[in-house]
């Protein structure tokens, strides 16, 4: 049997959010899907391709000048 059950994760417990009809002390398998990752609107391997080769092309086009400014690791990544 396989079924969908949302939950959120508090306090080291997964808490349904929904009912779920299962028997007390079943073990199940929790599968972890990164709700923020945003699937590829575009699937075509030739139009990835090409949209890769113009974004190539426009990265040559407009190069980072060497007096730019150089960024720390902790002022890239936002830390709280």
């Known amino acids: 049997m396989s079924q969908t059950i949302k ?8 808490i349904p ?3 779920c009809d299962l028997p007390e ?4 398998d929790v599968v ?6 945003i699937p590829p609107r575009i699937t075509d391997p030739e139009e ?3 949209m890769m080769a113009e974004l190539l092309r ?8 060497e007096n730019a400014p150089r960024f720390t ?5 936002e830390r709280r």
């Not at 972890?32 to 990752?37: A, H, M, N, Q, V």
């Not at 426009?58 to 000048?65: L, Y």
């Open 7 to 14: 939950a959120v994760y508090h306090n080291g417990a997964f």
């Open 17 to 19: 959010q929904e009912p």
């Open 25 to 28: 002390g079943v073990q199940v």
């Open 32 to 37: 972890i899907s990164d709700p923020y990752t």
């Open 48 to 50: 990835r391709e090409r």
């Open 58 to 65: 426009r990265m040559h086009e407009n190069p980072i000048s």
């Open 73 to 77: 690791r902790d002022e890239l990544h």
